[in-house]
């Protein structure tokens, strides 16, 4: 135990020392410690990781300490419609209850045949915009207009739902939007939800969650659809960007032009490209009860982290992990998760993301750097906060 290495902030903020990271840790049985917290672990490597996202003994939250109400199960929000508090969506357990369930049935079988039509045409007004200006910026210009368009789609085409959603993404995303605006934004949308429901209109997230769950009251109905519909935007931003990121600067070897080009379905380079930048570099879990790991003896309470970042690139499990494969065989990390919690949007983000591709690496002009990238210095976050672009 006192031979687990020690990891420090800055080694899990740098990308490029993930591959090494997985390495060092899985000398140690996947295992690593913090620098100045003796019940604080890592898990860092493929193995070890993807074991770790299927034990039902490390769950999302503190086992001792009362989880606050809300349909995340974790952090209050202030605005969103009164919830039943019985009805614990993600916490653990029980993961796989019948919220979770619903949801998943909804969000799996999306988006339809219209509703991606739908999300390519306004990606198509995104990308002409874009292709107008001779520069813009690949991380900030893509948010909230992507997520919008999913929206719109998922709000089963109702503009006003559509519109409400929009304008509560932004209000989310820009931090000086003052808390009565935000609980305003929230309320039009509950309003126009609730608009579309009554006018059984279209075939969206809300109708069919209704259909789901006929039995739940219509209040936890809405506060799950608002919840979903405005959850997951960073990420799907964050894996855009960095795809842009890697056209742009070379660092995928031609691979995504190569993949547009080709008019073959983008699903391999999608994970190839959140598997080498990952939106979400960590998550944490708790220990439920007293047990070893390995040979480290993990006791109730203690917190683990879960290094996507690190698994992604572990050479154990990925040939020539800091180098992009668009045709990489095993395709898929971690970047979803996995298990009880893994990602809800994990068939909507794909679409969103292979139609902005599309879009914008089209073969007539390409994207090159305008100035330096800035990425997060987050250690759990992977995403771009700067990509400054010009057509070329
Ligand atoms: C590329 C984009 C995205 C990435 C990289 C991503 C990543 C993740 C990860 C790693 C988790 C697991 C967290 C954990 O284990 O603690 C997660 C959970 C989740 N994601 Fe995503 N996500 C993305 C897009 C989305 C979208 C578009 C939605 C909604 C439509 C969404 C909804 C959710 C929900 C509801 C959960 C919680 C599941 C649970 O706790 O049971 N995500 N996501």
């Given amino acids: 135990m006192s031979t687990l290495p020690r990891i420090t902030a800055e080694r899990l903020a740098d990308p490029a020392a993930a591959s090494s990271l997985a390495v060092e840790l899985a000398k140690s049985g996947g295992v690593g410690r913090a620098v100045d917290n003796d019940r604080l672990f890592y898990f860092g490597s493929w193995?070890?990781?993807?074991?770790?996202?299927?034990?039902?003994?490390?769950?999302?939250?503190?086992?001792?300490?009362?989880?606050?109400?809300?349909?995340?199960?974790?952090?209050?929000?202030?605005?969103?419609?009164?919830?039943?508090q019985t009805w614990p969506v993600f916490r653990d357990p029980p993961a796989h209850g019948p919220l979770r369930q619903a949801l998943a049935s909804a969000l799996f079988g999306l988006p339809?045949?219209?509703?991606?039509?739908?999300?390519?045409?306004?990606?198509?007004?995104?990308?002409?915009?874009?292709?107008?200006?001779?520069?813009?910026?690949?991380?900030?210009?893509?948010?909230?207009?992507?997520?919008?368009?999913?929206?719109?789609?998922?709000?089963?085409?109702?503009a006003d739902a559509a519109r409400a959603v929009e304008a509560l993404v932004l209000s989310m995303l820009d931090r000086g939007t003052p808390q009565s605006a935000f609980v305003a934004a929230r309320v039009a949308l509950v309003d126009a939800l609730s608009g579309a429901l009554a006018d059984g209109i279209g075939d969206g997230l809300l109708s069919r969650l209704r259909r789901l769950m006929p039995d739940a009251p219509l209040p936890q109905v809405l506060s799950?659809?608002?919840?979903?519909?405005?959850?997951?935007?960073?990420?799907?931003?964050?894996?855009?960007?960095?795809?842009?990121?890697?056209?742009?600067?070379?660092?995928?070897?031609?691979?995504?032009?190569?993949?547009?080009?080709?008019?073959?379905?983008?699903?391999?380079?999608?994970?190839?490209?959140?598997?080498?930048?990952?939106?979400l570099r960590m998550v944490d879990r708790w220990v439920a009860a007293d047990r070893s790991i390995g040979r480290v003896p993990l006791r109730r309470g203690d917190r683990v982290y879960l290094l996507i970042g690190a698994a992604c690139r572990d050479p154990a499990r990925f040939a020539a992990p800091d180098r992009?494969?668009?045709?990489?065989?095993?395709?898929?990390?971690?970047?979803?998760?996995?298990?009880?919690?893994?990602?809800?949007?994990?068939?909507?983000?794909?679409?969103?993301?292979?139609?902005?591709?599309?879009?914008?690496?089209?073969?007539?002009?390409?994207?090159?750097?305008?100035?330096?990238?800035?990425?997060?210095?987050?250690?759990?976050?992977?995403?771009?906060?700067?990509?400054?672009?010009?057509?070329?």
């Fill in 112 to 158: 339809t045949g219209d509703m991606a039509r739908i999300i390519d045409d306004r990606i198509g007004e995104l990308a002409k915009t874009l292709r107008s200006q001779d520069v813009f910026d690949g991380a900030r210009d893509l948010s909230p207009q992507v997520p919008a368009a999913a929206m719109v789609a998922l709000t089963g085409f109702r």
């Fill in 324 to 392: 992009f494969d668009a045709t990489r065989v095993p395709a898929r990390g971690l970047g979803f998760g996995s298990g009880a919690h893994a990602c809800l949007g994990q068939a909507l983000a794909p679409v969103l993301w292979s139609s902005v591709l599309r879009q914008m690496l089209r073969g007539d002009r390409s994207v090159v750097p305008n100035g330096a990238a800035q990425w997060s210095t987050r250690s759990d976050d992977g995403g771009l906060e700067s990509l400054p672009l010009r057509w070329a």
């Fill in 224 to 279: 799950l659809t608002v919840f979903v519909l405005t959850t997951g935007h960073g990420g799907v931003r964050d894996a855009i960007s960095a795809a842009l990121w890697l056209a742009a600067t070379g660092a995928d070897q031609g691979g995504l032009g190569a993949a547009v080009r080709s008019g073959q379905s983008l699903e391999t380079a999608f994970h190839e490209t959140l598997r080498l930048c990952p939106p």
């Fill in 47 to 84: 193995e070890r990781v993807s074991a770790a996202f299927a034990d039902p003994g490390l769950v999302r939250e503190h086992p001792d300490r009362p989880v606050p109400d809300h349909p995340s199960g974790r952090r209050p929000s202030p605005g969103l419609i009164e919830l039943d």
